[in-house]
C-alpha cells in the first residue's frame, strides 16, 4: 500500500469536486482543472473529504495510487491558493518586460525572445526577474522550464535565466588553473 495514497485529501470551503465516469473536475476560486482517473482507481468524495482507492492490488496498481492522490491533492491546492515560481535574469544588460500577456526577454542574444504564455499561466514581470503562477502545477512547472531554457545559467560566470534560489556552482576557468600553477 502506498503511504501517499491511503491519506485522505481534506476539501476546503469553496472548492467543489466532481467524479463524472473516470474524470474528475475540481472548481475552485482560482479556476477549474479536470483530470482522467486511472481505471484500476475509485475516487470518493464525502462530508469534505476525498479518498482514492485502488480496485485490486497489484505492482502495476500500486505505482498508480500514490501518484493519483497526489494529483487530485495538487489540484485542489492548485485551485486554491495556486502555484508560482519565480525566475531571475542574472547578467549585463539581461532583462524582462511585458509585452501583451506574454514577455520580451532580453539575455545576450542578437534579438530580443518573445515569449506567450500557456492558457491558465499568468507572467508578471519585473525588470530582474518574471513570476510564472497559475493553478495547474504541472503546466506552471513546464512554463518556467520553457522560459529558463532560453538561457539556461552558464558555469563560468552564472550569467543565464534561473530559479530564484537555484545554486549554480561556478567552475575555475583555464587562466585561473595556467596562474595557481
Given amino acids: 500500500m502506498s503511504r ?26 482560482k479556476g477549474q482543472l479536470t483530470h482522467h482517473i486511472h481505471d484500476s482507481m475509485d475516487v470518493t468524495v464525502k462530508d ?12 502495476q496498481v500500486k505505482t498508480y ?19 508560482s515560481k519565480t525566475l531571475t535574469l542574472v547578467g549585463v544588460g539581461y532583462k524582462a518586460a511585458p509585452k501583451g500577456k506574454g514577455v520580451t526577454l ?12 500557456p492558457t491558465g499561466v ?4 519585473d525588470k530582474q526577474s518574471v513570476v510564472v503562477s497559475g493553478a495547474d502545477k ?10 529558463r531554457s532560453f538561457r539556461p545559467p552558464e558555469p563560468y560566470h ?3 535565466i534561473r530559479y ?3 545554486h549554480v556552482t561556478i567552475k575555475v576557468g583555464k587562466a585561473a588553473v595556467k596562474a595557481g600553477a
Fill in 4 to 29: 501517499v495514497g491511503k491519506m485522505p485529501v481534506q476539501l476546503p470551503k469553496g472548492v467543489e469536486v466532481k467524479v463524472e465516469g473516470r474524470t474528475i473536475r475540481v472548481k475552485g476560486p
Fill in 138 to 147: 504541472a503546466a506552471v512547472g513546464l512554463t518556467a522550464a520553457k522560459i
Fill in 158 to 160: 552564472g550569467k543565464g
Fill in 164 to 166: 530564484e534560489n537555484e
Fill in 106 to 117: 532580453n539575455v545576450g542574444y542578437s534579438h530580443p525572445i518573445d515569449f506567450d504564455p
Fill in 122 to 125: 499568468d507572467l508578471k514581470v
Fill in 48 to 59: 469534505g473529504i476525498l479518498t482514492v482507492v485502488p480496485k485490486h492490488l497489484t505492482n
Fill in 65 to 83: 495510487y500514490g501518484m493519483t492522490r497526489a494529483l487530485i491533492n495538487n489540484m485542489v491546492v492548485g485551485v486554491t491558493d495556486g502555484f
